[in-house]
């Protein structure tokens, strides 16, 4: 056997002769191979870990014509909209107004091409589309197809939430299936998507999925998951459609000028004489962490939808101690101004130590003048000696710095509680009309600015000329915050810079109290 093998005239040796040539002939065969294996695994891979629901809704946003279908209104206390067919649009939010002083109340999806639309996909029958119309009784809706199923529509809105009921009666003779499927189709708000988490919103496996507008414009995304809710998500309002049914799709994507949410659930069965019902939420509201808590049974996850950034921990329970200031004294100008006491009373300790060390520098400076004489041509002995002295007097030279400190993750909860606030929009403070704008006349960043200079003028040690003085140099670089602090507040949220106000007022009162308890 060895010897045929290595023998010239064999037909094993003329195989592989026959394979070398034809690898010379075709250097790519054996990519082209890989590549062939990968789409084959990819395909498979995609057909048995794919969920159930692969048909998802065709595409209509443009091209459905509704003139046929009467339009109907559903109203509660907090809201009412219009009904067309399977869609509902224009959804008036009763208490809340489009500007302070104005009788217009903000309108959701009241553009043209803007809706919402919850509707089924029928597998061995047929069900009611777009164009269909329906037979109404107040706020129930029957129609019936040729097959002889029968499907009745209940509308039931409560308070920002509208509860769709639709139950499936199937007399026609064989059974049949429907997947429920919901979506939103609206335009962008670009205006409002600067510091809060502003475009489509889906709630994916327990886990929240923000895709802002600037990232919808670029592609589109999809996410499988058990059971959850697509929507839109604005500065302060939110629309959210949530299937009650297992294994679904999510997608969102920009449709031409509009921009689309849509979800499709796994197909429920319904034998013959028998009847399902599926069940849809949505919620057209504020993004007020009250409302979303209280729905949460119904829409599990809305909730957590609101962004709060990195201090939630911090910004949650401000915005709910300032709501609460808010109901006893109906002003949330003053509401905030309390608030911001109750948060420097609550650092009085740590504020303290800081301005006790602060006047341990300032009685520093004649000895730290005569070790910068006495060590001025020795830089090593001179920083050696310094430190010395601080560790005597337990103090350093950034103790000053410790207050600014401590109010930074403050500052940035704050920040995210007003922006994301609906409470805190058209609220009035004296001149100011709006506490979660910028102030139009510029006064309040300025009044900041010259109480920062001044709290900053009472607390810093005297200054020296010796360029190796650390405190001294710590000292330069802080006079420019200040006016660092001005430019940059004079375009923030009103509230945020009448907190920044009152703190640095306040801490300037608290200063002259230490002062006078250690003098």
Known sequence: MVQYMDNKNSGFNMWNANKAATQKKSPFSGFLWWTLVFIAAWWLVGVFMSPQQTVQPADTTTTVDLSGVPVSNISSDKISASVQGLRISDVNLSDFS????????????????????????????TAPVAT?????????????????????????????????TDTITNKSGRDVAFAPYARIVRDNDMKSASGVANGAVAYVNSDVEDVAWQKLDKKSYAYSTTNGFAGFADQYWETIVSIDAPDQTIRVKKSGDKYTTDSAAGAVSVANGATATITTNVFTGPRDQSVLDAIESKIPGIAETIDYGWFWF???????????????????????????????????????KSYVSMAAMQKMQPEMQRIQKLYANDKMRLQMEMMKLYQTHKTSPMSGCLPMLI?????????????????????????????????????????????????????????????????????????????????????????????????????????????????
Not at 132 to 161: A, C, L
Not at 491 to 506: H, R
């Open 132 to 164: 269909t119309v329906w037979k109404q009784n107040e706020n129930t809706y029957k129609w019936r197809n040729s097959d002889d199923v029968e499907f009745v529509r209940t509308i039931s809105p409560d308070g920002y939430t509208i509860t769709i």
């Open 314 to 352: 911090l910004a949650r329970p401000m915005l709910w101690v300032l709501n609460g200031i808010h109901h006893v004294v109906m002003n949330y100008g003053v509401a905030i101004i309390i608030m911001t006491i109750l948060l420097r009373l609550l650092m009085w300790p740590l504020t303290r």
């Open 98 to 125: 489009v500007a302070p002083d104005t009788d217009e109340n903000v309108v959701l999806l009241g553009a043209d091409g803007n809706f919402i639309e919850v509707g089924l996909l029928a597998t061995n029958t």
């Open 407 to 519: 109010q930074i993750p403050i500052f940035f909860a704050l920040y995210k509680a007003l922006l994301v606030s609906v409470q805190m929009r058209n609220a009035h403070f004296l001149w100011i009309s709006d506490l979660s704008a910028m102030d139009p006349y510029f006064i309040l960043p300025i009044l900041m600015g010259a109480t920062m200079y001044l709290q900053q003028r009472l607390q810093s040690p005297k200054s020296t000329n010796n360029a190796n003085d650390v405190a001294a140099q710590t000292q330069r670089m802080m006079r420019w915050m200040p006016i660092l602090f001005t430019i940059m507040f004079a375009w923030m949220p009103a509230g945020l810079v009448l907190y920044w106000t009152v703190s640095n007022i306040f801490g300037i009162i608290q200063m002259q109290i230490i002062k006078k308890q250690n003098m």
